[in-house]
């Protein structure tokens, strides 16, 4: 079964610091886009950042520039999500998806009826909170 599954949430106060983890299942990294993106309880998704195999980076959110940082190991098999000065509004579930535009014009998510993004994990819960 092909999967992503996402790790490293928790619990963190202001200002703190948590590396999240998106590991694929059942299929290797390598040659895939992978992107970013929470939710937080009421809201919409948002989509955070992508990486494209050659471990290149697009930032999506004004509001995570200069703290988070998008990384990926393609011999682990892993990108990761390193977020810095964590804030309370980053709290959310965080998923990690496959983009099969390869992090291009994120504006357009559908393409002949299908969503970009697929093998969606269960994501991780990122809580900010003193």
């Known amino acids: 079964q092909l999967q992503l599954v996402e790790s490293g949430g928790g619990l963190v106060q202001p200002g703190g610091s948590l590396r999240l983890s998106c590991k694929a299942s059942g299929f290797t990294l390598d040659y895939y886009a992978i992107a970013w993106f929470r939710q937080a309880p009421g809201q919409e998704r948002e989509g955070i950042s992508c990486?494209?195999?050659?471990?290149?980076?697009?930032d999506f959110a004004d509001s995570v520039k200069g703290r988070f940082i998008t990384s990926r190991d393609n011999a682990e098999n892993m990108v990761y999500l390193q977020m810095n000065s964590l804030k309370p509004e980053d709290t959310g579930l965080y998923f990690c998806?496959?983009?099969?535009?390869?992090?291009?014009?994120?504006?357009?998510?559908?393409?002949?009826?299908?969503?970009?993004?697929?093998?969606w994990g269960r994501g991780t819960q990122v809580t900010v909170s003193s």
């Open positions: 990486i494209i195999p050659n471990g290149s980076t697009t």
């Open positions: 998806a496959v983009d099969s535009q390869f992090c291009s014009n994120p504006e357009r998510i559908y393409y002949r009826g299908k969503s970009r993004y697929d093998y």
